[in-house]
């Protein structure tokens, strides 16, 4: 069974850094891109992050762009998101969400349960 | 700024049928966007439904079936059931440095 569990998040000052991980499992991970994906309170989803299986290719989006950085540890089975520099508005639940097998086409398949990031004085 | 908008709210009937579309404002939708389609209950995680347009996960209902429509994506709850009412949100896949954006999400009730 395909498993994503993220942890990390928490209360932080403005201008505060966090680190949010996500442990996979019931799949080999190493052979999958990975994205993160974020839902302030009431909204709708946001894309953040994305890393290819080898860490090769990283794309953010602007919103995030300089401030946040996706990585991943193939041999923990483990996704990560530094987060520095970080604002009210980056106040959301973020997902650690599974990328298509390349042959299916762009997309996510399975997601986490998310973990809550508040950003507040 | 690329926006992908889709209906706000929509309401059905038990049984009926009812069809969510997804929108670019960069010009129609094709098959090269891959949209993909997610329900998301509230305090769920969103859950994949549809990929690469019409395909369907192994997971997915009968019922739900995704395509495109006037120069956008569609997806079409037909035979509704009560436990469909959830949010909607169409992913549209652009390539480039900022591969993937979601659309607005659409309320789905169940009336």
């Known amino acids: 069974e395909v498993q994503l569990v993220e942890s990390g998040g928490g209360l932080v000052q403005p201008g505060g850094s966090l680190r949010l991980s996500c442990a996979a499992s019931?799949?080999?991970?190493?052979?999958?891109?990975m994205n993160w994906v974020r839902q302030a309170p009431g909204k709708g989803l946001e894309w953040v992050s994305y890393i290819s299986s080898s860490s090769s290719t990283i794309y953010y989006a602007d919103s995030v762009k300089g401030r946040f950085t996706i990585s991943r540890d193939n041999a923990k089975n483990s996704l990560y998101l530094q987060m520095n520099s970080l604002r009210d508005e980056d106040t959301a639940v973020y997902y650690c969400a599974r990328d298509n097998l390349q042959w299916l086409g762009p997309g996510v398949d399975y997601w986490g349960q998310g973990t809550l990031v508040t950003v507040s004085s | 700024q690329t926006v992908v908008t889709q209906e706000p709210s929509l309401t059905v009937s038990p049984g009926g049928t009812v069809t969510l579309t997804c929108a670019s404002s960069?010009?129609?939708?094709?098959?090269?966007?891959?949209p993909n389609w997610f329900q998301q209950k509230p305090g769920q995680a969103p859950r994949a439904l549809i990929y690469s347009t019409s395909n369907k996960h192994s997971w997915t209902p009968a019922r739900f079936s995704g395509s495109l429509l006037g120069g956008k994506a569609a997806l079409t709850l037909s035979g509704v059931q009560p436990e469909d009412e959830a949010e909607y949100y169409c992913?549209?896949?652009?390539?480039?440095?900022?591969?993937?954006?979601f659309g607005t999400g659409t309320k789905v009730t169940v009336l």
């Open positions: 992913l549209l896949y652009y390539g480039g440095a900022q591969p993937y954006v």
């Open positions: 019931g799949f080999t991970f190493s052979s999958y891109s």
């Open positions: 960069t010009g129609a939708v094709t098959s090269g966007y891959y």
